[in-house]
């Protein structure tokens, strides 16, 4: 799996998938495997990667299933350092939903700020390294109404 496809290098990655049976001397039973070679135009050496499932799909089926959900993981991380997503600090259920909606309502209103407003090298960035980047804050409405 790891030679190269033959002919001209594409420009998009060319992705192989294949999947086998391993079994680590600390685990109890044979697990599945799914091994993902990527190979990118310009790189010398293929992107490797592992991935221990028990989903029964194909190899790209796994593969897909698992970069979906590693980009959804980047979004709540991104989401998390950028709008601190996650800061839910009132004694109150209510409240606490109102700050996490306000703190969604900056997130989706920053992504569309970037994705408009911003040049297309630089709209690509998340909103992390755009606050690093440029100097700027995006911060939720703060609830300081007596919710708290």
Known sequence: MLTRPAGRPSHRPVFRSK???CQAASWTMARRVVTKVEFHCGELF????????????????????YNKRGTAEQWIKEGKQAVALTRLSC?????????LWLSLIAYNLGNLWR???????????????L????GGRLSSTRVTT???
């Open 46 to 65: 293929p992107r490797v990667g592992f991935i221990v499932t028990n989903l029964g799909t194909s190899s790209r089926a796994v593969v897909r299933f």
């Open 19 to 21: 999947s086998f049976l």
């Open 91 to 99: 004694h109150r259920f209510r409240a606490n939903e109102v700050r």
């Open 146 to 148: 007596g919710f708290c």
């Open 115 to 129: 994705r408009l407003a911003l040049p297309t090298p630089i709209g690509k960035w998340s909103l992390t390294s």
């Open 131 to 134: 606050q690093q980047k440029t």
